[in-house]
């Protein structure tokens, strides 16, 4: 028997998660058994925990986008026990039985190997929110995105995405502008390497079509008039990387950016993303995300204090990024 969240829906068609005991027969198809250290609380998580957003797509199930652990069983030539590895996405946590749980069972296709010299702590103090900040940093790199080019923005900062991406930037020697509604962590986003905090006003509301040509390059994890007004005043053939929708799944925007400015907008998803674009993330991350950084953005729960967490992300009210001890 192992410990797990388990979310259900209840007679009256409401949603429930508790941490629940399960046997191992109970979990789904796959053909590599992991016993779990930690996984973590994404935005995602927490709309599938509280059920504000259709997340789950089958019940019971077991959230969890992500997990780091090491193999117990495996049928796949790849993947022997002792192995340690990582999951991000796939539909994990939503359609198959997720990472907050002590034991998983997935396709070994879905793994990646934990690159040295990262924890598999470490590694879900990263996370889906981590790993997709690096994916953001790799779209803008291989726009040609280089230091000393201009400043770099970096929308809903204070958040999991974006701590990591303001560490990131900032080490890989960019001037990183940081945008928060949290006026009081400005000194954290400072001591995570921001050159400059700006009020998350400044960009939320409605905005012209173009506006004073600003960012050499911006990840935004909040999307709607916030992302529309990042386009329209990102510089001369600079790029956007958009991964997120904290403030909105809208886009009220206008082409000038892109047919005027040559702006270019690239798309981030971090669930279906190829194998080798995972690989290369996760070896940035393991080079690039300063340790003491990553330390300073992570707060530690446990199984059951995932719930709660849950409702807390949604509302804005977690700094940095949160890492779950399933063993506590
Ligand atoms: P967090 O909740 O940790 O961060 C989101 C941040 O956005 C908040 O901390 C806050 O930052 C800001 N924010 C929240 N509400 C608003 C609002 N109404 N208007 C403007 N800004 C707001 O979430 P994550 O970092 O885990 O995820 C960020 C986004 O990225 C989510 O939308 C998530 O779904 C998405 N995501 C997408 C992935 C993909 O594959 N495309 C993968 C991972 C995440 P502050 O307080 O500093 O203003």
New binding site residues.
Partial sequence: MFQAIVIRKTESGGHDAQVTALDEAQLPEGDVTVRVEYSTV???D??AITGKAPVIRKYPMVPG?DLAGTVEASGDPEWKPGDHVVLN?WGVGEGHFGGLAQRARVKGGWLVPLPAPLTTRRAMAI???G???M?CVLALEKHGVRPGDGEVLV??????????AVALLSKLGHRVI?????AA?SDY?RSLGAAEVID?AQ??APGKPLGKERWAGAVD????H?LANVCATTRYRGAVA???????MDLPASVAPFILRAVTLY?????M?PRPLRLEAWSRLARDLDPAKLEAMTQEITLAGAIPAAAD??A?K????LVVNVAR
């Fill in positions: 994404n935005y995602k927490g709309l986008i996405g996370g889906t929110a790993y997709t900040a994916l929308t809903g900062a204070s958040g999991g995405v974006g701590s990591v940081a945008s928060t509604g949290r962590e986003l998350r960009l939320s994890s909040v999307g709607s916030t958009a991964c997120g929708l904290a403030q909105g798309g981030i998803d971090s669930v993303a992300i949604l804005g977690v700094r940095g990024r």
